[in-house]
């Protein structure tokens, strides 16, 4: 159950890793893109704080849940007997 666990876990943060990496790609290239073509200082006062934020919670989303899963992954192999066993071979 534990070797369950410990993939779901590894395919959760790498799903939340490439949304939260295509999102802010996504986020950033409209803004230069909107920016660019209003050439509008009044659209850049009014919208820099929520650009800003949603820019802080797709990195700090992106980067904090692959490390939460990793110390996760770490506790479930801790709690399960800790590392995969080892396969001895005797060579004669």
Known sequence: MDA???TWLSSV???VFRA???LF???NVGAVGL???TRSRALVQRWTSPWL???LL???AGAGVPLMAGIAKAAVRAV???APAVVQVDRK
Request: with cysteine; hydrophobic share 60%; net charge neutral.
């Open 20 to 22: 939260c990496a295509v």
């Open 13 to 15: 943060s790498g799903f």
């Open 80 to 82: 399960s007997g800790g």
């Open 4 to 6: 369950a666990i410990t």
């Open 25 to 27: 790609v996504v986020l």
């Open 53 to 55: 934020a949603a820019n």
């Open 58 to 60: 797709l990195v700090g």
């Open 35 to 37: 920016v660019a073509t």
